[in-house]
């Protein structure tokens, strides 16, 4: 075959090659990293399937909602820096717990890196040594930028999934930590999702 009859099959062989290896939008939104925004909607995200109420006091300088049927306050706000406030399910599927640290500096949304991730995941394993299968991802929404950890641990009454959300807001560092058992968490990570998303607080 002479090199202007192969010219023509070489350039649809390229084309062809070019076509199987591009990727689609819905492909990359598949395969996107934890980090990504695509990847990380369902971690942050109200549902209209559950109603909730407010948990809002002027002890506290948070807020957030909890589901309106079956939910109840546990806990009030704890002492000096350290501030933890709990709710929970009265069937105990369900667990939320807020702290407050306070930093020595405020944060940027610009400050909330990988590194800073990875001090987070870093922290929670000091704080919760039987702590494992560590997910961790940066979400940005809301005209925020938080840090999220999936892991599994050792409850009281057997495995638990939890995820903690960190966010830094002015120079306070909250963390929201949603709890259930190991197999019903999946059920109940949209209401996990729609807590953190409604949270807020005052600088």
Not at 79 to 87: L, R, S
Not at 89 to 94: A, L
Not at 113 to 123: G, R
């Given at each position: 075959m002479t090199r202007a009859a192969y010219a023509p099959l070489l350039l649809l062989t390229i084309a062809f090659l070019l076509t199987a290896n591009a990727r689609t939008p819905a492909a990359d939104a598949r395969q996107a990293k934890p980090g990504s925004q695509s990847g990380a909607d369902l971690w942050l995200a109200r549902t209209a399937k559950v109603k909730f109420n407010l948990v809002k006091s002027a002890a506290l300088p948070f807020e957030f909602e909890i589901p309106k049927k079956d939910w109840m306050m546990v806990g009030g706000?704890?002492?000096?820096?350290?501030?933890?406030?709990?709710?929970?399910?009265?069937?105990?599927?369900?667990?939320?717990?807020?702290?407050?640290?306070?930093?020595?500096?405020?944060?940027?949304?610009?400050?909330?890196?990988?590194?800073?991730?990875?001090?987070?995941?870093?922290?929670?394993?000091?704080?919760?040594?039987?702590?494992?299968?560590?997910?961790?991802?940066?979400?940005?929404?809301?005209?925020?930028?938080?840090?999220?950890?999936?892991?599994?641990?050792a409850g009281l009454a057997g495995a638990e999934r939890a995820r903690q959300y960190s966010f830094p807001i002015g120079e306070s560092l909250y963390r929201l930590t949603c709890a259930a058992p190991a197999g019903a968490f999946d059920k109940f990570a949209p209401v996990c999702a729609h807590i953190a998303a409604s949270f807020a607080a005052r600088e």
């Open positions: 706000p704890g002492p000096g820096a350290e501030m933890q406030i709990v709710a929970t399910s009265k069937n105990g599927e369900g667990t939320i717990l807020v702290e407050r640290t306070i930093m020595r500096q405020a944060l940027d949304p610009s400050d909330i890196t990988d590194l800073f991730m990875e001090l987070e995941a870093d922290t929670l394993k000091k704080r919760q040594p039987t702590g494992s299968q560590l997910e961790s991802r940066i979400i940005e929404g809301g005209g925020r930028r938080i840090v999220a950890i999936e892991f599994t641990r």
